[in-house]
């Protein structure tokens, strides 16, 4: 049987790669797995050779100790590969396809699977709805960052790309459809930005930086990016957008500055839960009540940023749950919209594949995607924690040489 390495946790600021099985159709027991969970069969699924597999702020999360991940938790959910086995159950997906795996889990068959909800599928966590790979709390399903992973319901989740030579030649960009593209986008959709539309996204890590791709894809006038990191702000201004730095001075000045007047159109949180005051401390809560402050009456707050239920690492017992301080009265004076939670990464990706296959979108320039070893990992996910102005990809299996 073939071996497998994958990158995993090892504790608060390492990773590590180790050597783990090989997929089978079965989930079994391991770090993270739910035990209801353990012994589950998986004829629906394949196996999947991982062609790149992207290091994400959310996995920094976790190795930054600010979750209840396991040690030896295999990280990893945004995946691209070639379909090398399928299971039984398998009837559309084939041997060779080269396919775009979802971070969303989803079964394809409940309720909120069917109504395009699956981010919050709800069959296959049995803690809560929604589930990811290589994730806490997210009912076990190994990570990605791997030679091979194996993706359940495989005809349901998986997106075909529809010519393999042009999917290798545009892998890059197309590795971005698993996560951070659809998530910058689905930000920007449910803020409301749309042709004319004048924009803040919060947070130029490669998130913002997808939604602000997004924000301009969709018509908007004026894109201002804000972040503390001078390197990620000149990333934001290489493909059109405004920038301020959230060090220079108050949020609402320089937006005015820009446009004139001292509020936009649309606001995207893409900073979550470890959110920095102007002061430089933590303050969770600070990007949200910000936005609010500074998105027109009437106007909506896409917010893709993580936030979760248990952070240990938060800077005060409420916000160790979750809980935090938002002056929701301006919302609600506003009369703000707020949509938040998980992309539902399928009611995007074919549409934002399309986008890149025709070249109307260079999404992985605009996020400065760069390519490294499997064994890299721990540098990149370091490298990436300091600030990197880089979305590091990881190629398990060589495919990304030439990139």
């Not at 449910?190 to 997004?214: I, N, W």
Request: charged content about 20%.
């Amino acid at each position: 049987m073939a071996g497998n390495r994958a990158v995993a946790y090892k504790g608060p600021g390492e990773v590590e790669v180790i050597d783990i099985d090989y997929p089978v159709f079965e989930l079994k027991d391991g770090p993270g797995v739910n035990p209801a969970n353990v012994g589950r069969k998986v004829p629906h699924g394949a196996i999947i050779r991982t062609i790149a597999t992207n290091i994400c702020g959310s996995d920094q999360h976790m190795v930054r100790g600010r979750t209840t991940a396991p040690v030896n938790l295999v990280l990893g959910h945004e995946i691209t590969g070639e379909v090398v086995e399928v299971g039984p159950g398998v009837e559309f997906i084939k041997v060779g396809d080269i396919v775009s795996v979802p971070f969303n889990i989803a079964c394809g068959r409940c309720r909120n699977c069917k109504e395009r909800k699956t981010g919050i599928c709800l069959n296959v966590n049995p803690d809560r709805p929604g589930s990811a790979y290589g994730y806490v709390d997210m009912g076990g399903w190994v990570g990605g960052q791997a030679e091979f992973v194996l993706v359940p319901y495989a005809d349901w989740n998986l997106l075909k790309f529809p010519d393999r030579d042009q999917a290798l030649e545009k892998i890059m960009d197309l590795t971005m459809l698993s996560d951070i593209f659809p998530t910058g986008f689905h930000g920007a959709v449910t803020a409301g930005v749309g042709v004319g539309s004048t924009v803040y996204v919060a947070g130029a890590g490669p998130v913002g930086l997808a939604a602000a791709t997004s924000a301009l894809l969709l018509g908007a006038a004026a894109v201002i990016v804000g972040d503390f990191n001078d390197d990620r702000l000149a990333q934001a201004r290489s493909f059109g957008c405004e920038t301020v730095n959230l060090g220079a001075g108050e949020l609402v000045d320089q937006i005015e500055q820009i446009l004139g007047v001292p509020e936009v159109d649309c606001g995207v949180d893409a900073v979550g839960f470890e959110a920095r005051g102007h002061g430089g401390g933590e303050a969770p809560a600070t990007v949200l009540n910000s936005l609010m402050d500074v998105t027109a009456a009437g106007g909506a707050l896409g917010i893709p940023g993580l936030y979760v239920t248990g952070d240990p690492g938060g800077v005060d017992e409420a916000a160790q749950k979750g809980s935090l301080s938002l002056s929701l009265g301006t919302g609600w004076a506003k009369s703000l919209s707020f949509t938040t939670g998980q992309c539902p990464v399928m009611k995007y990706n074919y549409g934002l594949m399309q986008a890149i296959l025709h070249d109307r979108v260079h999404i992985a320039k605009n996020v400065n995607a760069k390519a490294i070893s499997l064994d890299d990992a721990p540098r990149g996910y370091a490298e990436f924690d300091a600030g990197a102005a880089t979305k590091y990809v990881l190629n398990p299996n060589g495919y990304l040489d030439a990139a």
